[in-house]
């Protein structure tokens, strides 16, 4: 019943898309990661001027459909910023669509991190600066390793939901794994065969995704034993 | 006690909901044709601010059914959603610039054909291309599952590196003139109008002799021979009555 000829037929396609959302996420994830401790940092910093754009930031990312975001980003942001301030060629979709997951990322881990710097007692903190250490070394050598270890769970989740949201670029004609099913059913007909060998791709990469989020965990568990 | 009455209300409703939803996908049980098409295809179909869908396509799917005496409701379901809601039944017919393929015959029954077509090549006013061959290597953007994305693939592969398949022409268009494709292939009249609407300066139309012709049909589900029947009388009468020349004038001018 399932017509699996139709794959080895647009293979190139499933090939390309399976690199493609590979990259996207990969770099959304390192993007979105700086991004994100900024944004975290700057929301717990105490300062206005610093936790008002931050939190603008979230509130607008958080609070609008990524699919929207994309589409504005290439369609709009980009090409005006490139094309009309910058004088020069609006970039590709490659190029928007790794801007959007990133900045979208950007929002939802900045909140990750908020939470997790959050949930540090206060104590640790006092404690160190007590040590004579700066806010900056106390940060970066007492509250962050602690709070990372808490931040991982939920930051696997959100690495796991950028890698399946990163099917919406399809929309601007990125050649991603969604891509390669929806052009090989639209042009064959045959759904069940294109979408099954999506699925099993996006599947063999959220599975690698939460081995190594979970490998990690137990990696960083172990310290809290020794502790 | 209170609390449950009001749980249970809420649940009948969400169980009614759902289940209005489920007796609305049946086709063919009420009196209008139920017709599925892509309103992103000017001018065959477009549609308007309020809603409705306007276009040669929607004229012409209404005089057929006023020739053939009977109602036609014309949806906007999408391309691909189309073809699969006549697969499923929730359609009883399909219209909007439809190339007749062999391919797609082997799924569907096309009526008579009502439209002559052919791939043009849309490209920046600049560009010194000539022939649908000269654009090996080059971003091509066309909208997916159509003849115009079949056309490139013939020429250069069905996995085509440069070639991008959009969901909506508009879209293709729109990276063209960002100047991130270096061309675009689509439908002849819907390329036109396109060109007509974004002033003749900044693109220019390429017709490659080489291109085949093809023609548009109305779908079916296969074997469904009571709507095509209908659909083909209706078809047949407005031509005959002048309806046909009056409506391709409206959008197309003298033929």
Same mark, same amino acid.
């Given at each position: ?136 070394? +106390? ?17 696997? !989740? ?16 990125? !050649?991603?794994?969604?891509? +390669? ?47 | ?60 799917? $209404? ?11 014309? $949806? ?17 017919? =399909?219209? =909007? ?21 052919? $791939? ?22 066309? $909208? ?30 729109? %990276? ?64 005959? %009555? ?14």
């Amino acid at each position: 019943m399932i017509d699996w000829s139709v794959i080895s037929d647009y293979k190139d396609l499933f090939i390309r898309g399976f690199i493609t959302t590979l990259e996207l996420t990969v770099v959304a994830v390192l993007v979105g990661m700086v991004i994100g401790l900024i944004l975290g940092l700057m929301r717990l910093s105490g300062k206005k001027w610093l936790m008002l754009p931050a939190q603008v930031y979230v509130d607008l990312f958080r609070g609008t459909p990524l699919l929207l975001q994309i589409l504005a980003i290439h369609f709009a942001v980009l090409p005006t910023l490139f094309q009309d301030v910058l004088g020069l060629d609006a970039p590709e979709a490659m190029f928007s669509s790794f801007v959007a997951l990133s900045l979208n990322a950007g929002a939802y881990i900045a909140e990750i991190f908020r939470a997790g710097i959050q949930s540090i007692e206060k104590g640790q903190m006092e404690a160190a600066r007590s040590l004579g250490m700066t806010y900056g070394q +106390a940060m970066r050598l007492v509250i962050l390793p602690q709070a990372f270890k808490r931040m991982l769970p939920p930051l696997g !989740n959100e690495f796991i939901a950028l890698l399946k949201d990163s099917s919406l670029v399809t929309v601007i004609a990125v !050649n991603d794994i969604t891509y +390669a099913a929806f052009t090989t059913a639209k042009n064959t007909f045959e759904r069940w065969a294109p979408y099954l060998t999506a699925a099993v791709m996006y599947l063999i990469l959220t599975l690698i995704l939460s081995r190594v989020v979970f490998y990690l965990e137990r990696r960083l568990s172990t310290s809290n034993k020794k502790g | 006690m209170k609390k449950w009455t009001g749980m249970l209300f809420a649940l009948c409703a969400i169980i009614s909901l759902i289940l209005s939803g489920c007796a609305s996908k049946q086709a063919g049980t009420g009196d209008a044709l139920k017709v599925g098409t892509d309103a992103q295809f000017p001018p065959f179909e477009k549609q308007e601010g309020d809603g409705r869908i306007t276009g040669f396509d929607a004229d012409l799917l $209404q005089a057929i059914a006023k020739a053939g005496g009977f109602k036609a409701d014309l $949806q906007h379901t999408g391309w691909d959603p189309m073809f699969e809601g006549i697969d499923r039944g929730k359609l009883d017919a =399909g219209i =909007g610039g439809i190339t007749i393929t062999e391919e797609r015959k082997k799924k569907y029954d096309f009526t008579e054909p009502y439209f002559e077509a052919t $791939q043009v090549i849309l490209v920046p006013n600049s560009s010194s291309v000539k022939t649908l061959k000269e654009l090996n290597g080059k971003k091509i953007g066309v $909208q997916s599952a159509t003849t115009g994305e079949k056309v490139v693939q013939d020429a250069f592969g069905k996995t085509y590196a440069g070639l991008k398949g959009y969901d909506d022409l508009p879209s293709a268009v729109e %990276d063209l003139k960002l100047g991130r494709l270096d061309a675009v292939v689509a439908d002849n009249a819907v390329v036109m109008e396109y060109v007509k609407k974004l002033g003749n300066s900044q693109f220019k139309i390429v017709e490659d002799p080489s291109i085949p012709k093809e023609q548009y049909g109305l779908i079916v589900k296969k074997g469904n021979k009571k709507v095509l029947d209908q659909l083909n009388a209706g078809l047949k009468k407005i031509r005959e %009555d002048g309806t046909y020349d009056k409506i391709y004038e409206k959008y197309f001018g003298k033929k």
